[in-house]
């Protein structure tokens, strides 16, 4: 889980700014990092789905 964390912020966090900024550019519709953020849960929630569960499973 710390893998798929870890790369959601480091492409979606850390480029944030500058995709916002292209989004709205290129649009020229200000509601552009809405579906910026849509988006950026849609695809971290198929991330989660991916991994397996481990409840009541021995770790070791």
Same mark, same amino acid.
């Given at each position: ?14 480029? $944030?700014?500058?995709?916002? &900024?292209?989004l709205?550019?290129?649009?020229g519709?200000? @509601? =552009? ?5 849509? $988006?950026?849960?849609?695809? &971290?929630l ?7 569960? @481990? =409840? ?5």
């Amino acid at each position: 889980m710390s893998l798929v964390y870890a790369l959601g912020v480091a492409i979606f966090g850390g480029f $944030g700014q500058f995709i916002v &900024t292209w989004l709205i550019a290129a649009t020229g519709n200000p @509601m =552009a990092p809405a579906w910026y953020v849509i $988006g950026c849960c849609a695809a &971290t929630l198929l991330a989660l789905r991916a991994i397996p569960e @481990m =409840a009541g499973k021995k770790l070791a």
